[in-house]
């Protein structure tokens, strides 16, 4: 077993082995009940499949550091199954397969730049920066007046996204979305 | 940061459960914080202070207070806990705890509910009627296997599958022998109940242990496994040992004021029910 961290080291964010996949920490709680031992409660998602596990650590207990490497890398193009991608420091190319990236993919627009996980040398998963900006290809006409809280049409942007946006959003503008919610965050000039 | 309030509705609930008890005939007992021995206890770390501990509960001075003839008592302030630290634990908080002679855990069951019922009266937050399950039912129905014999094993269990399903207002009933502290055992259970709301532990009642040999016999118990542990062991107090062995029969709870009133407002930090330390 290499490096360990013990539950006092715990946060979000947290990159951990356990049973030979690598995981991320996304929830932790101090418990213990009144006449018993202490414990942290944790969620962990799985960074290859995507599952969120439930695990109990007692205090004290240690957990295996995942042996993670993220570099920057620059989206390339698409090649069948393989999503080729350029490492800014090193200019090695890259190729990941399509299910390990899932619907993260629909974000790829050409030089986007992403973070890319590798466990134990090998790339796992990327990390979309929180918002990007992208073009509206496709939406409905704005109602000229409409100023109705809340009312949203869909926008098709040029990466194939769809998101909701407000009425008075046009055809052609600039939107800035948040990868994580899949939401409209405002229009940039 | 500070909710103006926040703090109205703390001193509203403060007042709601002195009425209650001062109501019932309870005495208030302002204790010593600063104390001979902090505990009876394998899992709880005291604070050290100038040759002499600070409490982690009011129980060992309301117990010597029960001896004297005082047969309703209440405290109600600080307490002190090293090495908890999170959204439910804090290193010093407040515990109301409450001992009454000539009844055990069933009438305690009676005061919380009651007392539970003029709280939320008071605060405008309604109380639903409290559930009742035992300790061995909660197991099978949530854990669904067997009770481990490692007793690390047992809280594991019951911290991951009990508690978060313990949502609504739920007397645990009848725990396990080896989890009995200060209270009497008959059989292989504990006549120990705990209070959970929310998936949070609320409160901690006994029938009292009388019988000062057992009592004894659980503190050495207790202090050759902190050794064990390479914690520090808790002083034996004579006087605790001698009260325990002097008053009648009694029932007692200890119930955690800041966990009550975040569990009530439904917030998620008991360090939004007070103003931090």
Known sequence: ?189 | MLEPGLLRTRAALLRALRSWLDAQGFLEVDVPVRVRSPALEEHLEAFQVGGAWLHTSPEFALKRVLAAGLGRVYSLGPCFRDDEHGRHHGAEFTMLEWYRLGTDYRGIAQDLEALLQQVGGDLGVPVPALEHISWARAWRDHVRSPVPADPVEQFRGWVHHVEPALQRPTLVWDYPADQAAFATVRGDRAERFELYWKGVELANAFTELRDPGELLVRWQACNAHRRAAGRPPYPIDDRVVDAVGRHGPAGGIAVGVDRLLMVLLGLSDIHQARVPG
């Open chain 1, 1 to 189: 077993m290499g490096l360990t961290y013990q539950t006092s080291d715990f946060r979000n964010g947290l990159k951990v082995e356990l049973d030979g996949d690598p995981y991320v920490m996304t929830y932790f709680q101090f418990v213990k009940p009144g006449k018993g031992t202490a414990f942290t409660r944790t969620k962990l998602k799985n960074l290859i499949s995507g599952n969120v596990i439930e695990r109990t650590f007692r205090s004290g207990e240690t957990v295996a550091q995942a042996d993670i490497e993220e570099s920057p890398m620059q989206f390339l193009y698409e090649d069948g199954d393989l999503y080729q991608f350029m490492d800014m420091e090193s200019y090695e190319q890259v190729g990941i397969h399509s299910d390990l990236i899932g619907d993260d993919s629909d974000y790829l627009i050409d030089n986007i730049e992403v973070r890319v996980l590798k466990f134990k040398g090998r790339p796992v998963t990327i990390d979309l920066p929180n918002f990007i900006e992208d073009e509206i290809t496709y939406c409905e006409p704005g109602v000229k007046g409409n100023t109705a809280q809340g009312a949203t049409k869909p926008a098709t942007l040029a990466c194939g996204k769809t998101v909701n946006v407000p009425l008075f959003v046009e055809q052609g503008e600039r939107i800035k979305v948040d990868t994580r919610t899949h939401s409209y965050v405002s229009r940039v000039k």
